[in-house]
């Protein structure tokens, strides 16, 4: 197999293996080494590796700024002037022993950040190849193996893991994109097989709510908006999306069977909406016949009256609001909760559907939480930014809890990032794709003719007061007057925000 | 302000006799001069108050420096400016100064007067400042409710799988093949921190049995154990002493509240019934077993989460005290919600929320 390999990333491995000379990959060393001697020319438009000062990287702590700070410079066309420069001039491969000894040098020096800048490098590079204006699937694979090398999802530092998981999505995009078709890969679950167990999935959500807000700020923002909504009503009705394990709803019936003064506890019905075959996902907690009987349970055991509906999607996961039952009287709320960590994947088209068969039926109320996409608009390096921030912001609480946090990344996160880099890549590039559907649902919302609601200052209090529970890293920041977002650092993660027709 | 004050005894064919001395001041003939706050007066003072910094920052010395009025003295001021401040505290009760002084009248009737108009609102703004305060606080405490509304329910769905697999493994006759094929290195996970969840407890229920109170007493204390690693850590994460959780921004109550996450709920709560669950860190893991639950199986299952030997590093420390805290707040803490159930054990009414409702549910 002839493979087209740069000069440029004939050096980034040659660069790797001064780093790996303690470790044992001979077997791909050979391999690689008979690589470089190949020399087809630069097929790789920018120059590599595509860090300015290799001096900057040495002593920068964070690599998020690092990121942040390359991202600057623009696009990928970095200048070069670090001493390896002149041999990528001179385009001559097989300079690979006189560069490892330049860097030798400089390499000792930095460390784990430097590893984790190249590990980015690589993955930038990876990503390129395989979607890049310069497709090369061979050279995506080479990359991606190297990576694989170097990284692994159960060791190492966060940049690492995260790199790992990256790795992974990136090779089930290579694997998949071989003709299989796109929505197949956006799956509940990464390429390989993720038969969850059980008990790993329920550890990994405990822990995933004990260790961050995620999952907390959107429910509690949803329901404090939902609870000032009805609170006059008699009764309420909500419809959900996604229901998954019913958690969301336990605060709510606690909220509502506990009102002290005024009109005593309304009538709480929820219908959770249903996909038929594999629609529960891999990573599914329980069946939605499971969730209803412990929210029936649980509201019983509260004194709150209930009811428990279910309302199944059509086979291509449309909604027809027909087919849900209404009462007369009720204050109909619609819930759509997207993109937490541990949910799983759900179509943007059915997504559509929903929300606007939703408008249909007028609802009082309509609860949106989904993910944020970055100032960079949702690619590659966006999305590698969001989930650094993530597992960024589970360390820094839980620093010393790294098997607890590695469960959480391997049974949510890894999935996630599959399934964000499959739509980063696949979405928008099928002829016939709405791009609307590829962009936030607020806007989506917004243009279509959903109102705003203001989110009350108890809302926006309780998302303070949440954060407070955990590192001081989350902040809540108000995005619009109807939306609040959760965000790690300077980064915002998860927004809620609140809708009507 | 003034004109809010409950009107004294006296009323105007009572008002004693004013002169207006040289100085422009008005004193009252009775035996005791006293002086009468005019509106003009009062302006100048709100104005020379201003001026200080506000009333809690003015002193009656540079207020009569400020005000520069003859015949001033201290004692007026004092006494003036204290009613002052009380004025600007709708809630507080001043009543019995405003009997006093006929001052207080005065004011009362020159309800336009811009020195009450200024009063009014900066009353109204008190108010406001007042009663978002109120709203925060009642926030703070639905909040707690609901995480704790949002734990039981975790209860639910994890007593219900603890079961299923109880059942499994008891089908399958071994548990350690069950372990096997769950993929031991993620109970390892859990063993690393002496079970954070239920279950590692699931080695228990062989050696405990099925019996629902048990499953229900490792289901709970789990909850924590792990990420206390069963050390002194048991410091209900005070937030505010970890270095992780920067500079302590949990307002008033959230450390407390923190501190009186009460055992009952869950036996990892640490423990002790008293506030200070800070000391004797190590007894708690004990002992707080022996509290909750009567029965001797009661210290062999704290004797099963006592994997580890309590850590002094203050690195691991912090950094499980942060996750207590934020973990507290999970659970239920009956002391604090309006559950005056069973304090002990309301996990044993599997989580029931009000008084005296004893179904589990799930």
Known sequence: ?501 | MFQHKKPSTMNSHDRPMCVQGDSGLVLTTDPKPRLRWTVELHERFVDAVTQLGGPDKATPKTIMRVMGVKGLTLYHLKSHLQKFRLGKQPHKEFNDHSIKDASSLELQRNTASSSNIMARSMNEMQMEVQRRLHEQLEVQRHLQLRIEAQGKYMQSILEKACQTLAGESMASGSYKANIGSQGLPDMGVMKDFGSPLNFPSFQDLNIFGGDQLDLQHNMERPQLDGFMQNNDNICLGKKRTSPYSGSGKSPLIWSDDLRLQDLGTTPSCLGPQDHDPFKSADQIQISRPSMDRSGADIDSISDIYETKPPLQGGGDSMGEKKFEASVKLEKPSPRRAPLPTDRMNPMINAGAMPQGRNSPFG
């Open chain 1, 1 to 501: 197999m002839s493979l087209v390999i740069s000069s440029s990333i004939a050096i980034a491995m040659a660069m790797d293996d001064t780093l790996e000379l303690d470790y044992s990959v001979h077997s791909n060393n050979t391999t690689t080494t008979a690589e470089y001697d190949h020399d087809y020319g630069c097929n790789w438009q920018y120059s590599w590796p595509p860090v300015d000062d290799w001096e900057a990287v040495a002593g920068c702590d964070d690599f998020r700024d690092l990121i942040e700070s390359m991202m600057d410079d623009g696009e990928l066309n970095f200048n070069l002037q670090h001493p390896c420069e002149q041999v990528v001039e001179e385009g001559n491969s097989s300079n690979s022993d006189m560069t490892a000894d330049t860097m030798v040098v400089d390499e000792e020096t930095k460390g784990d950040d430097s590893k984790g800048v190249k590990l980015v490098h690589l993955l930038m590079a990876a990503a390129e190849a395989l979607t890049g204006a310069n497709k090369s699937r061979d050279l995506a694979r080479v990359i991606l193996v190297r990576l694989k090398e170097m990284v692994s999802p159960t060791d190492g530092t966060n940049m690492e893991r995260l790199a790992a998981y990256f790795t992974e999505a990136l090779y089930g995009l290579l694997e998949g994109a071989g003709g299989v078709q796109p929505k197949h890969l956006i799956s509940n679950g990464p390429h390989r097989d993720e038969r969850h167990h059980h008990t790993d999935l329920l550890a990994a959500f405990q822990l995933l709510q004990d260790m961050s807000p995620y999952v907390k700020f959107g429910h509690f923002t949803a329901n404090q908006a939902v609870l000032e909504a009805v609170a006059q009503d008699r009764r309420v009705h909500i419809v959900d999306f996604d229901i998954m394990e019913g958690i969301q709803w336990a605060s709510l019936m606690q909220a509502l069977a506990s009102k002290k003064d005024g009109p005593p506890a309304p009538h709480l019905r929820i219908t959770a909406i249903t996909r038929g075959g594999s629609g529960s996902g891999r990573r599914s907690i329980g069946t939605i016949q499971e969730t209803g009987r412990r929210l029936t349970a649980f509201a019983a055991s509260i004194g709150q009256p209930f009811s428990f509906y279910q309302c199944r999607l059509d086979k291509d996961e449309t909604f027809r609001p027909s087919a849900l039952k209404l009462v007369r009287g009720e204050a109909l709320v619609v819930n759509c909760i997207l993109h937490l960590p541990h949910f799983n994947h759900r179509a943007p088209q059915s997504v559509a559907s929903f929300l606007s068969g939703a408008k249909t039926l007028n609802p009082r109320i309509v609860t949106l939480v989904e993910e944020e996409v970055g100032p960079i608009g949702g690619g590659f390096m966006d999305t590698l930014h969001h989930y650094s921030a993530v597992f960024d912001s589970l360390e820094a609480d839980f620093p010393m809890h790294s098997r607890a946090r590695a469960l959480v990344e391997r049974v949510f996160l890894g999935p996630r990032i599959s399934t964000s880099l499959a739509r980063v890549y696949l979405a928008g590039g099928r002829d016939g794709d709405d791009e609307s559907l590829n962009g936030p649902w607020g806007e989506w919302l917004a243009a279509g003719g959903f109102r705003p609601i203001p989110i009350s200052f108890a809302n926006h209090c309780q998302a303070k007061l949440l954060l407070g529970l955990f590192n001081d890293g989350y902040r809540v920041e108000e995005l619009a007057n109807n939306k609040i977002a959760l965000g790690w650092k300077s980064r915002r993660l998860l927004s809620a925000s609140v809708w009507s027709t």
